[in-house]
C-alpha cells in the first residue's frame, strides 16, 4: 500500500487548464501502476488515466482524449494529469489510485486498484 495525496484542484472556466499532482508515499512507487478516476455528483467512479509503471504506457477514456495527459516523475514520487480544454462536463472529484504490477498492463477497474488517494474537486464553469 502506499499513501496518495493530490492536490490542484479548484475553480476553472471552460477552455482553460488545470494540473493535478499526486505525491505518493510509503512503498516504491516506481512498482505502481498510477492512474487518475473521476466521480461526478449521482455517477459512479470513472476511470479517466492511467500511467504505467515505466511511464511506456499510457490508457484515457474517450471523453478526454486529445485533452488530458497523464504523467510521471518517479524520481519525485508523483503522477500528474495536465488537463487542458476543460468542460463543464469535467467537474468532478478527481482520485489518485495506485495498482501494484510490474508489468504494462493499465486496469480501467476501480476494484482493480490497492490505494486510493482522499480525492481533489475540479470544478469547470461555462
Known amino acids: 500500500q502506499v499513501q496518495l495525496v493530490e492536490s490542484g484542484g479548484g475553480l476553472v472556466q471552460a477552455g482553460g487548464s488545470r494540473r493535478l499532482s499526486c505525491a505518493a508515499s510509503?512503498?516504491?512507487?516506481?512498482?505502481?501502476?498510477m492512474s487518475w478516476f473521476r466521480q461526478a455528483p449521482g455517477e459512479e467512479r470513472e476511470f479517466v488515466a492511467g500511467?504505467?509503471?515505466?511511464?511506456?504506457?499510457?490508457s484515457y477514456t474517450d471523453s478526454v482524449k486529445g485533452r488530458f495527459t497523464i504523467s510521471r516523475d518517479n524520481a519525485k514520487n508523483t503522477v500528474y494529469l495536465q488537463m487542458n480544454s476543460l468542460k463543464p462536463e469535467d467537474t468532478a472529484v478527481y482520485y489518485c489510485a495506485a495498482r501494484r504490477s510490474l508489468s504494462h498492463t493499465i486496469r480501467v477497474v476501480a476494484e482493480m486498484y490497492d490505494s486510493w488517494g482522499q480525492g481533489t474537486q475540479v470544478t469547470v464553469s461555462s
Open positions: 500511467i504505467s509503471w515505466s511511464g511506456g504506457r499510457t
Open positions: 510509503g512503498r516504491t512507487f516506481s512498482d505502481y501502476t
